[in-house]
């Protein structure tokens, strides 16, 4: 079974550009968060969506906004690039929502974006 | 506000010995704690994950505590081998969205 699968791998965008990554969640999961991890830090909380409504926000500014589809996979787009974006952007599938197992975190592999 | 506490930041022990992590935080009203294993450059692998009305779960050479008035977890590795060198991550739930992540413990072991 394949499992939470992200693109692209790695990026290199400029100060001021857009970037999109893309998550797509295990088969049979609703539930897509989107967390952003700097070198030597655990992940920081950016975004949750479950059954295509914005579920959760972290404290993020308005340039970073998500979105998900019919299928459950996801989008995170960043907009205006700063120095400081440039980190390990992890998504996360979970069944579902609301209680119990159904809310264990599966995460992808990550996209590296660098901004320079 | 939630926060999340790994001590220590870095161990290195021998391959073969048993060895305890510690995560701690300060709300005890969470939903869920779950432990994470992080390769270098890597995504986030689930090792366990304890509900907020468990005290423990097991896998194979690893068991998870959980001591939520205390707001305490441990994560046990019987027998450590070479192979579980990587970065032990702990996180909680504190609403059904949202994972607070602890900086990580950095586990190295020695042939």
């Known amino acids: 079974d394949a499992g939470v699968t992200q693109s692209p791998t790695h990026l290199i965008k400029t100060r001021g550009q857009h970037v999109t990554l893309r998550c797509s969640p295990i088969s049979g999961h609703k539930s897509v968060s989107w967390y952003q991890q700097v070198l030597g830090q655990g992940p920081q909380f950016i975004f949750q969506?479950?059954?295509?409504?914005?579920?959760g926000r972290g404290n993020f500014p308005d340039r970073f906004s998500a979105r998900q589809f019919p299928n459950y996979s996801s989008e995170l787009n960043v907009n205006a690039l700063l120095l400081g974006d440039s980190a390990l952007y992890l998504c996360?599938?979970?069944?579902?929502?609301?209680?119990?197992?159904?809310?264990?975190?599966?995460f992808g592999q990550g996209t590296r974006l660098t901004v320079v | 506000k939630q926060e999340v506490t790994q001590i220590p930041a870095a161990l290195s022990v021998p391959e073969g010995e048993n060895l305890v992590l510690n995560c701690s935080f300060t709300?005890?009203?969470?939903?869920?704690l779950q432990w994470f294993r992080q390769d270098p450059g890597k995504g986030l692998t689930s090792l366990l994950l304890i509900q907020s009305s468990q005290r423990e779960q097991t896998s194979g050479r690893l068991n998870a505590s959980l001591d939520k008035s205390s707001g305490r977890s441990t994560l046990y590795i019987a027998a450590s081998q070479p192979g579980d060198s990587a970065t032990y991550l702990c996180?909680?739930?504190?609403?059904?969205?949202?994972?607070?992540f602890g900086q990580g413990t950095e586990l190295s072991v020695k042939p």
């Open positions: 709300d005890s009203a969470i939903y869920n």
């Open positions: 969506y479950y059954e295509k409504e914005e579920r």
């Open positions: 996360a599938s979970s069944l579902g929502f609301f209680q119990g197992l159904n809310t264990e975190a599966f």
């Open positions: 996180a909680v739930r504190v609403s059904k969205g949202k994972l607070i």
